[in-house]
C-alpha cells in the first residue's frame, strides 16, 4: 500500500530534517496556477528558480478549469497573502489534451458513477480538456484576467514549459 511507502519515507526524511520556521506568505509575492502532472513535480520550481517558501502554487487538471476554486485561490493569496503578480503555466503533452469523453464517460460508470449525475455535466468542460496547450495558457490568463475579484494592478503573466528540455515560452506577458 501507497500510506505505507509514504510514511516509512517520511521516518527517513525527518531523521535529517533540520526544521525551520518560515512565513506562510510567499517570499516572492508570486502565485504560480499550474497543471498537476506529475512530470512537473520536482521540475518545474528548479526551472522557474522557485524555492520553498517563494510562491503559492495551484494546481489542478491541465490548469484548463478557472473555476470559482482557482479564482478563490488566486484572489485568496493576492488580497490575503501578498501576492503581487500571477504566472499560468502550462505546458506540452499535457494529459488533459484531446481527452477521448466518451472513454472517460465509460470508465466513470464503470468505476460506479451514476447516469443521473453524468446526465448533466459537460464532461468535457468539467474535467478540462483542451485541444491545444499553448491556446489553454492564454484561454486561463483571459478568464483570471477578466475575473471582478482579481485586481487590474496584478499582472498575470502565461507561460509554457517543455518537459524534455525545461525551456519556457512566454505566451502572455502582462504590464
Request: negative net charge; aromatic residues 4%.
Amino acid at each position: 500500500m501507497m500510506l505505507d511507502e509514504v510514511l516509512k519515507s517520511n521516518e527517513s526524511f525527518v531523521k535529517d530534517f533540520e526544521p525551520k520556521k518560515m512565513s506562510h506568505m510567499p517570499q516572492k509575492k508570486l502565485a504560480i496556477v499550474t497543471c498537476m502532472d506529475t512530470r512537473l513535480t520536482g521540475f518545474l520550481e528548479p526551472a522557474m528558480g522557485i524555492r520553498r517558501g517563494d510562491a503559492k502554487i495551484i494546481k489542478n487538471a491541465g490548469n484548463a478549469v478557472v473555476d470559482r476554486d482557482v479564482i478563490r485561490s488566486v484572489a485568496a493569496a493576492i488580497y490575503a497573502l501578498g501576492v503581487e503578480e500571477v504566472i499560468v503555466v502550462g505546458h506540452y503533452e499535457c494529459g488533459m489534451a484531446n481527452v477521448n469523453s466518451e472513454k472517460l464517460l465509460e470508465t466513470m460508470k464503470m468505476r460506479g458513477v451514476d447516469e443521473e449525475t453524468l446526465s448533466g455535466v459537460n464532461i468535457e468542460e468539467w474535467i478540462g480538456a483542451i485541444s491545444n496547450e499553448e491556446e489553454n495558457v492564454i484561454k486561463v490568463v483571459e478568464k483570471i484576467r477578466k475575473s471582478p475579484f482579481i485586481p487590474e494592478d496584478v499582472p498575470i503573466h502565461g507561460l509554457i514549459i517543455d518537459l524534455y528540455d525545461g525551456k519556457m515560452k512566454v505566451l502572455v506577458e502582462d504590464k
